[in-house]
């Protein structure tokens, strides 16, 4: 089932970016790892993406990333699964939400991830 916070779906194919991009920034640029530096990092827009699990049980606790995303004019992404965006960020433990604030040698692909991203409509 669809969870209400998701805007709309991300393709597998930006989905795998995405966590290749979080792995990116975390040896080379800077994280904001879990939902409450997520949300700092927005209301401060410092954040270049945020990225949200689409599993996160109760979902009312990312239900306002979104809306506070686009009152700030920051892109987000949404993966399948907090425990690979936990992962991918080099934690042991499952994530609901990684802010990028600054991709470091994934500059590159962070460009192409938004250029996609408009393409399909977020």
Do not use: W
């Amino acid at each position: 089932m669809v969870k209400s916070y998701v805007k709309f779906q991300t393709p597998k194919d930006i989905s795998d970016k995405l966590l290749q991009l979080v792995e990116m920034a975390k040896n080379s640029g800077k994280l904001r790892k879990g939902l409450n530096e997520s949300t700092k990092a927005i209301e401060r827009s410092i954040a270049q993406l945020v990225i949200v699990a689409e599993d996160v049980e109760p979902e009312e606790i990312v239900m306002h990333i979104p809306q506070l995303c686009d009152e700030k004019n920051i892109p987000y992404a949404f993966v399948p699964s907090k425990l690979e965006l936990g992962r991918a960020a080099g934690i042991e433990v499952g994530s609901a939400a990684i802010s990028i604030t600054d991709a470091g040698e994934g500059k590159d692909l962070l460009k192409e991830i938004l250029k996609r991203l408009k393409e399909i409509g977020k």
